[in-house]
């Protein structure tokens, strides 16, 4: 008898596994979790350093170069990527799944203080780092401008106004802000 020749003398049965195996597709694929992006936690660590007033030239030179020569002697580091821009530095340490965030952290801030001595001795603080998630992406990012308003009063609206109001929004984790001008005390 070949393989089929039971279904074909029992349509009736054939017909109903044939049915529970939908409903049980069906009822599967209700319960699958979405994501845009999958719950992964791979350690992570952020490092960045302010220096106002430093083109991204002197930030890549003087900055992150440096920085990023210390953390590539670290262990375990799997994938490393920087950006320097006008004042700031950042530098993103992405480490093997194996190794835990606790230690990465322990590393990171031997190499941050092994490599204090080789950047610029008038910044304003030292490199400071944070523990980040992959998958919190940024929903939103917004660009402010005025044609009215000067650029410090303009950042100074940001900072007291809609920054606040937009983390008052329900599941904002975090609201960053960059650029801009701060007044400077003469």
């Known amino acids: 008898m070949s393989p089929s020749g039971p279904f074909i003398l029992r349509p009736v049965a054939t017909s109903l596994v044939m049915v529970a195996i939908v409903l049980a597709g069906i009822v599967g694929f209700k319960f699958l979790p979405l994501s845009a992006l999958p719950q992964v936690d791979f350690p992570t660590i952020q490092v960045q350093t302010l220096y106002p007033g430093a083109s991204p030239e002197v930030m890549g030179q003087t900055v992150t170069a440096p920085l990023e020569r210390q953390f590539g002697q670290m262990s375990g580091l799997q994938r490393m990527s920087s950006t320097s821009a006008a004042g700031v ?19 990171v801030q031997a ?28 929903v939103l990012t917004l660009a402010i401008t005025s ?22 929004v329900s599941g904002v984790g975090l609201v960053s802000l960059s650029g801009g001008q701060r007044p400077a005390v003469r």
């Open 147 to 168: 044609d009215t308003l000067p650029l410090t009063e303009v950042q100074n609206i940001v900072n007291t106004r809609l920054a606040l109001k937009i983390s008052q």
């Open 89 to 107: 530095s950042i530098v993103t340490l992405q480490f093997s799944l194996g190794q835990t965030l606790d230690v990465a952290e322990q590393e």
């Open 111 to 138: 190499a941050i203080n092994a490599g204090g001595s080789l950047l610029p001795a008038d910044l304003p603080a030292p490199p400071v780092y944070a523990k980040i998630n992959p998958a919190d992406a940024p």
